[in-house]
């Protein structure tokens, strides 16, 4: 089993820069790949990021491209957000999860790729 739990969360101005944490742990070597995920006020969950655990692959959704920086660190089983130049728009609810192994190939993109998830932690963009 695999255990997901984000810190970091908080209320900024827009411009400022925030840094999220997502600590593994658990049977991580069953790990593929580790993502994160958002939801705004009444808006559905959507991609943000993600990172294979060997850290060789990152993907970025386009609302955060150039913005928003994700890397892993596998001796201390964390991955981290770093989030600069945020914007009001980018106020949610940020999930981070974790996608096992898994033959065939895999869109990190899509939230039901991943098999665990963490509970949450707020980020709030005052403008």
């Known amino acids: 089993q695999v255990q997901v739990g984000e810190s970091g969360g908080g209320s900024v101005q827009a411009g400022d820069s925030l840094r999220l944490s997502c600590e593994l742990s658990?049977?991580?070597?069953?790990?593929?790949?580790m993502g994160w995920f958002r939801q705004g006020p009444g808006k559905e969950r959507e991609f943000v990021t993600a990172i294979t655990w060997s850290g060789r692959s990152t993907y970025y959704s386009d609302a955060v491209k150039g913005r928003f920086i994700i890397s892993q660190d596998n001796a201390e089983k964390t991955v981290s957000l770093i989030m600069n130049s945020l914007k009001p728009e980018d106020t949610a609810v940020y999930y981070c999860?974790?996608?096992?192994?898994?033959?065939?190939?895999?869109?990190?993109?899509?939230?039901?790729?991943?098999?665990?998830w963490g509970q949450g932690t707020q980020v709030t963009v005052s403008s």
């Open positions: 999860a974790a996608a096992r192994y898994r033959s065939g190939s895999i869109n990190l993109h899509v939230a039901g790729v991943y098999d665990y």
């Open positions: 658990g049977r991580a070597f069953s790990v593929y790949a």
